[in-house]
């Protein structure tokens, strides 16, 4: 099956840096990528949803500022927390859609961010 | 009306009994309806989906019933397991826009 691949699957920071968070889809190519977060507990938010080769389009109340996302690839979407702080800390997941896959989506195995 | 209202919120099952989860919608445009699970510290996997056209699709011990007039649906886990134990989350789409997810019901399945 579709295989998408996220990195780091944790990360811990001090306040004030930037973290980026990379998902890549293995053995397909994904034209669209969605990112979302995930606070305990809670269901999926989606943050923003990313289009190889055009910008991102951000979810109300997301800022595109602070959460940086660049699709240079059709395998590759990555997502910056810049100055991070400690209310970003959270649970972060990627999805990917098989650009011959129809619906579907792929998900990345997330990543746990603790800000310092 | 973008909305996907998911019940219950959590759920115990001894071990061999039935799980049940329903899911409810109100934009009648969704044509996709997939099941998602989520262990800890995980993303989520698919499962098993639907579209509108069929009243049921099963998959091994997990099958999905949907009722299109009573815009709902459900994910019926037969003979749980323990290693069921988890986070389903249904979701509704249209053709290949965002999903929309449901609020998430935690499964634990008695051994």
């Known amino acids: 099956g579709a295989v998408v691949s996220q990195h780091p699957s944790w990360v811990i920071c001090k306040s004030g840096t930037s973290v980026k968070i990379e998902c890549r889809s293995l053995?397909?190519?994904?034209?669209?990528m969605f990112w979302y977060r995930q606070f305990p507990k809670q269901s999926l938010m989606l943050m923003a949803t990313s289009n190889e080769g055009s910008k991102a389009t951000y979810e109300q109340g997301v800022e595109k500022d602070k959460f940086l996302i660049n699709h240079a690839s059709l395998t590759l979407s990555t997502l910056t927390v810049t100055s991070a702080h400690p209310e970003d800390s959270s649970f972060y997941i990627c999805s990917a859609r098989d650009r011959q896959g129809g619906e579907k989506l792929f998900f990345g195995s997330g990543t746990q961010l603790s800000v310092l | 009306q973008q909305q996907v209202k998911q019940s219950p919120q959590s759920l115990i099952v001894q071990k061999g009994g039935i799980s049940i989860i329903n899911c409810a919608y109100e934009n009648t445009a969704f044509d996709y309806f997939p099941w998602y699970q989520q262990f800890p510290g995980k993303g989520p996997a698919l499962l098993i989906a639907i579209r509108p056209d069929v009243s049921e699709k099963k998959e091994g011990r997990f099958t999905i019933s949907f009722n299109k007039s009573a815009k709902q649906f459900s994910l019926h886990i037969m003979d749980s397991q323990p290693g069921d134990s988890a986070t389903y989350f249904c979701a509704a789409s249209r053709g290949t826009y965002k999903y929309i997810f449901g609020t998430g019901t935690r499964l634990k399945v008695l051994a």
């Open positions: 053995d397909f190519q994904a034209t669209t």
